[in-house]
C-alpha cells in the first residue's frame, strides 16, 4: 500500500530555515511525482512546488522561488523540502503528495492530480 510520511514541521523565527521530509513506501519514487502543497487556515490548499521521481525535473510558485528548494534521495524513497528565509505568511500545514508520472519534464499544480497524501506538518513562522 502507498504510503507518504511527512517530517521536519516546527516553529522557527522569521527568516530562519527548515527542512521538510516527505518519505515514500509501497512505491519506487523513480516511478512517482512527488507535489509539495501547504494550508494556512481559512484557505484553500495551495500548491508550492513538485519533483519528478526520475529526471529531477521541479517547479515553483513564484512566492516561493529563490527561496525553496525540492530534492529527492532515490536511494531512501525521499522527497526534501529546503525552506530557506521564512516569513509568516509561510505559516501552514505542508502537504506532499503524489501520482505516477506521466511526463517526466513537467509536473501538475492541481491538488486533484495527486492520489495520495501525506498526514501533513505544522510549519509556524513567529517571533
Excluded: H
Excluded at 94 to 123: I, M
Aim: glycine letters at 12%; hydrophobic letters at 25%.
Amino acid at each position: 500500500q502507498l504510503q507518504l510520511v511527512e517530517s521536519g514541521g516546527g516553529l522557527v523565527q522569521p527568516g530562519g530555515s527548515l527542512t521538510l521530509s516527505c518519505a515514500v513506501s509501497g512505491s519506487t519514487l523513480s516511478l512517482r511525482t512527488i507535489g509539495w502543497f501547504r494550508q494556512a487556515p481559512g484557505k484553500e490548499r495551495e500548491w508550492i512546488s513538485c519533483i519528478n521521481g526520475n529526471s529531477g525535473y521541479t517547479k515553483y510558485v513564484d512566492s516561493v522561488k529563490g527561496r525553496f528548494t525540492v530534492s529527492r534521495e532515490r536511494a531512501k524513497n525521499t522527497v526534501y523540502l529546503r525552506m530557506n528565509n521564512l516569513n509568516s505568511e509561510d505559516t501552514a500545514v505542508y502537504y506532499c503528495g503524489t501520482r505516477t508520472t506521466t511526463n517526466e519534464n513537467n509536473c501538475p499544480t492541481g491538488a486533484s492530480s495527486y492520489g495520495y497524501w501525506g498526514q501533513g506538518t505544522q510549519v509556524t513562522v513567529s517571533s
